[in-house]
C-alpha cells in the first residue's frame, strides 16, 4: 500500500487530497493544527516537525505534499503592506514547507515512488507577474525556488520534487466566485503525481498537467 502525508489536510484542498487518496487506497497521514488532530502539526513550529518525523521513523512516504498555506491579508499594496503579515506568509508558505521537506526526506528516499510535492500557486509566476497580492505571490515564488533547488540536491536520492498549482479553487482561500471545484482540482493534481518521472523534477505543473513558467 502506498503512503502519502498531506499537511493541512483539515480544511479545503488538503482534505480533499486526504479524501480521494484515501478512496483509491493509499494510507493517508494527514497532518492538522490543534492538539486535538490524529497528526497535529503547526509548519511554524519546525521541531514539532521533527518530533512528528521520528514519530513515524522507519514509514516510508511516498508523496509528501506539503500543502499547508495561508494568503495574508488581502488588499496588500504598494504603500500599504502590513509587513507583519508578509513575514507570517513567508514563515508559513515557504519556512513551513522547507522544514517539513527536511524532516521527512528520509521517510521520502525510504519509499517506492519518491515524490515531494509542494502546493504552489500561478500567482507565483515571476513570468507571469501582474505585480498583485504581491505578499502572497512572493511566498510562492520564493517557495518554487525551493523546488528547484530540492530537486537538483534531491536527484541521486531519486527524489522528484515538483511544484502544483491546483488552479483558481472554491475555497476558503480562493473565495465562492473561483471557477474549479476541490474535487475536479484534485482529481487533476492525482493525475499528474501518478505521471510523474525523474525527468520531471523541478517542473511547476498545473493541475491539468500544462507546464507553468516561471
Given at each position: 500500500?502506498?503512503t502519502i502525508l498531506?499537511?493541512?489536510?483539515g480544511r479545503?484542498?488538503g482534505?480533499?487530497?486526504?479524501?480521494?487518496y484515501?478512496?483509491?487506497?493509499w494510507k493517508?497521514?494527514g497532518?492538522e493544527?490543534?492538539?486535538?488532530a490524529?497528526?497535529?502539526l503547526d509548519?511554524?513550529?519546525?521541531?514539532?516537525?521533527?518530533?512528528l518525523a521520528g514519530k513515524l521513523r522507519g514509514?516510508?512516504?511516498?508523496?509528501?505534499f506539503c500543502?499547508?498555506?495561508?494568503?495574508g491579508?488581502?488588499g496588500?499594496?504598494?504603500?500599504?503592506?502590513?509587513?507583519?503579515?508578509?513575514?507570517?506568509?513567508?514563515?508559513?508558505n515557504?519556512?513551513?514547507?522547507?522544514?517539513?521537506?527536511e524532516?521527512?526526506v528520509?521517510h521520502?528516499?525510504a519509499?517506492e515512488?519518491?515524490v515531494?510535492?509542494?502546493?504552489s500557486?500561478r500567482?507565483?509566476s515571476?513570468?507571469?507577474?501582474?505585480?498583485?497580492?504581491?505578499p502572497y505571490?512572493t511566498?510562492?515564488?520564493a517557495l518554487?525556488?525551493?523546488v528547484k533547488?530540492l530537486?537538483?540536491?534531491?536527484?541521486?536520492?531519486?527524489?522528484?520534487v515538483?511544484?502544483?498549482s491546483p488552479g483558481?479553487?472554491?475555497?476558503?482561500?480562493g473565495g465562492?466566485g473561483?471557477p474549479?471545484?476541490?474535487?475536479?482540482?484534485v482529481s487533476?493534481?492525482r493525475?499528474?503525481?501518478?505521471g510523474?518521472?525523474?525527468?520531471?523534477s523541478g517542473?511547476?505543473?498545473a493541475?491539468?498537467g500544462a507546464?507553468?513558467?516561471?
Amino acid at each position: 500500500m502506498s503512503t502519502i502525508l498531506v499537511t493541512g489536510a483539515g480544511r479545503g484542498l488538503g482534505r480533499e487530497l486526504a479524501r480521494q487518496y484515501a478512496a483509491g487506497g493509499w494510507k493517508v497521514i494527514g497532518t492538522e493544527r490543534g492538539r486535538n488532530a490524529e497528526y497535529p502539526l503547526d509548519v511554524t513550529d519546525f521541531e514539532q516537525a521533527k518530533k512528528l518525523a521520528g514519530k513515524l521513523r522507519g514509514t516510508p512516504i511516498d508523496v509528501l505534499f506539503c500543502n499547508s498555506g495561508i494568503i495574508g491579508k488581502r488588499g496588500s499594496a504598494l504603500g500599504a503592506f502590513d509587513f507583519g503579515s508578509w513575514e507570517e506568509l513567508l514563515r508559513v508558505n515557504l519556512l513551513g514547507a522547507a522544514a517539513v521537506a527536511e524532516a521527512f526526506v528520509d521517510h521520502v528516499a525510504a519509499s517506492e515512488k519518491k515524490v515531494i510535492a509542494m502546493m504552489s500557486s500561478r500567482l507565483g509566476s515571476i513570468a507571469e507577474s501582474s505585480g498583485v497580492t504581491l505578499p502572497y505571490s512572493t511566498s510562492k515564488a520564493a517557495l518554487n525556488m525551493l523546488v528547484k533547488g530540492l530537486s537538483s540536491a534531491l536527484k541521486d536520492r531519486g527524489i522528484v520534487v515538483v511544484a502544483l498549482s491546483p488552479g483558481w479553487v472554491r475555497t476558503d482561500m480562493g473565495g465562492a466566485g473561483a471557477p474549479l471545484g476541490a474535487e475536479a482540482s484534485v482529481s487533476g493534481l492525482r493525475k499528474v503525481i501518478a505521471g510523474l518521472g525523474p525527468a520531471d523534477s523541478g517542473r511547476f505543473i498545473a493541475h491539468d498537467g500544462a507546464s507553468i513558467p516561471w
